[in-house]
């Protein structure tokens, strides 16, 4: 059956939106435009294939991370094939090659439920050898010298992003958690560039990374919420220099579809649910005692109140109103 509830669309957007970000400086903007458009489209090839395929049984996790494994190849050897110096005219059927052998495997493996480690091992051990056969035939046919074949061969900006990694580390530089808290090393691209999704550590330092936009007194208002450890590193990784390269686009994106996941759902917002809610946080109070707690509040809101102890739905106020309402009584009472 077809994967509900992924918007493939909207996600590789997101994708192609971060990348930008992520694209090598030294890139003019036609090449910058490529890798960007490359991944883009990719990702909304395979987003669709795997949101309306009735063939395909993946859920929306699989989906989406299957999406972010083809995401994140599509940018390394785009930018791997620009820096080699092969001509425009042969990119697009490398890359080609290189994203329906992601799809292929990464759909292979999944199904057999293979560990994520491994998934990502045997993705890039496919990436890594269809590159090789694309760039060897195109030498075989003529269109590039031995010599360019043996350079382009020798790209890998998945292991050059692991080895500036390694050497900001060194020189001083706020080092940037791997998922299992061990710190990426250049031999590991995996480990640097794949991280687990369910890493703590990285879901921390994508949330420090939107904290870090947002106004600093609803950030610490809701760090007063954290377990004060967790509060501990947030703050921590907030003042980590260059913190979203660190992370990673793909990365970053991967901790936020997991927290959103895991995110409780919204059904309390019907009015039986909402009065049920008042009445488990007010019952215990006098009738003076509730005038007390409600003193500052608007009539609405104490009519609100009032009808619910007598289990009844004020309607002039809507149920998400409501809710939020019954959610602040709940914490101040």
């Not at 799809?103 to 480690?117: N, R, V, Y």
Request: net charge negative.
């Amino acid at each position: 059956m077809a994967t509900q509830n992924f918007d493939y669309e909207a996600f590789a957007q997101n994708l192609a939106a971060q990348a930008q970000e992520m694209v090598p400086a030294e890139f003019d903007d036609s090449q910058k435009q490529y890798v960007v458009n490359t991944l883009g489209n990719f990702s909304l090839l395979s987003g669709k294939a795997l949101a309306e395929d009735p063939n395909l049984n993946f859920d929306e996790n699989q989906a989406v991370t299957i999406t972010q494994i083809i995401a994140e190849w599509s940018f390394h050897k785009s930018v791997d094939l620009i820096r080699s110096g092969i001509p425009q005219q042969y990119w697009d059927a490398v890359m080609q090659k290189i994203a329906y052998t992601i799809f292929e495997i990464a759909k292979q493996t999944f199904s057999q439920g293979l560990p994520h480690d491994k998934i990502l091992e045997l993705v890039e051990h496919h990436v890594k050898k269809s590159y090789a056969e694309a760039i060897t035939e195109l030498k075989d046919k003529g269109a590039i010298d031995e010599g360019l074949m043996e350079f382009a061969l020798g790209q890998s900006n998945m292991d050059k992003m692991a080895q500036e990694m390694k050497q900001q580390q060194e020189n001083g530089g706020a080092p940037m958690p791997s998922a299992d808290g061990s710190m990426p090393t250049s031999g590991g691209a995996v480990s640097a560039e794949f991280p687990k999704v369910d890493s703590k550590v990285l879901k921390l330092a994508t949330v420090a990374m939107l904290f870090k936009k947002m106004n600093q007194d609803k950030v610490q208002t809701i760090l007063n919420k954290f377990n004060p450890e967790d509060a501990q590193d947030v703050i921590k990784f907030m003042q980590v220099p260059n913190l979203p390269e660190r992370i990673g686009a793909a990365n970053a994106l991967r901790c936020l579809q997991e927290i959103k996941t895991n995110l409780p759902k919204v059904t309390e917002l019907n009015p039986n649910s909402v009065v049920a809610r008042i009445r488990n946080s007010v019952s215990k109070y006098s009738s003076k005692e509730i005038d007390t707690i409600l003193i500052r509040e608007r009539i609405e809101v104490k009519r609100l109140v009032f009808n619910a102890l007598e289990g009844k739905y004020y309607d002039k106020i809507p149920p998400k109103v409501a809710s939020i309402v019954a959610t602040h009584l709940a914490n101040s009472v």
